[in-house]
């Protein structure tokens, strides 16, 4: 069952604030992704390969699918031809996997890189030393099949709103530090994907361009 209404709105909100809606369909059914598609939706988000891989299969070609979940470089070669987007990468190591298959499937693919931004022990993603440190060794830059397009980052789950507030701001900061150093003079350095059903308003009061929302529009799980 999807919430017609509610994705109605939240399509208002994120063009309000110029930002865009994955709709996370992660353990979603063919049949409830078709009725989102139906209503216009091409943006979805999966974070298990088998599932990205299956669903793809089954579901229109025009879909832009997103993997927002950890990866695994040896699954890489599986999502390469299917996906829009790699919003999950956490390591050089992976970074360097998808550039060799995407060169291998002739594409470019555009990447996020995920950083770890809450106080949780268990998410994925870099630090800010690990990031700094990969970007400082220049060898990312000679790798072609790969387009690094801005950061993502998942909050703490926490109903304390000024904790998550800032966590979104530190990621905003180091996407604009980010902007003006490593990637000075590349303009399609621009995303920053933050906000999920509980915090996507939050998100985009701190400049979110993709929000990755799932239960509010699928229902809970
Ligand atoms: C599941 C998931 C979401 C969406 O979560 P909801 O709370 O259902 O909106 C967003 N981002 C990532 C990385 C996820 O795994």
Partial sequence: MIHVETYRLLLEECSAHGAR?????????VQDIRALYDLGQRK????????????AGELPADIEWYMIGHLQTNKVKLIVPLVTMIQSVDSYRLLVEVNKRALHHGRVIDCLLQ???????????????????MLQNEAWRSLTAVRIRGLMGIATMTDDVEQVRGE??????????????????????????????????????????????????????
Avoid at 115 to 133: C, N, R, S, W, Y
Avoid at 190 to 217: K, N
């Fill in 44 to 55: 979805f988000g999966e974070n298990r390969v088998q599932e990205l891989v299956a669903k």
């Fill in 21 to 29: 809606l994955i709709a996370v369909s992660k353990d979603k059914s």
């Fill in 115 to 133: 950083m770890h931004i809450a106080k949780e022990e268990t998410k994925f993603g870099f630090d800010k030393d690990e990031l700094e440190v």
């Fill in 168 to 221: 979104f701001r530190t990621l905003r900061e180091l996407q604009k530090a980010l902007m003006a150093s490593h990637f000075a003079g590349d303009p399609g350095f621009s995303e920053l994907s933050m906000g999920m059903s509980s915090d996507y308003r939050l998100a985009l009061q701190e400049g979110s361009t993709m929000i990755r929302v799932g239960s509010l529009v699928f229902g809970s799980r």
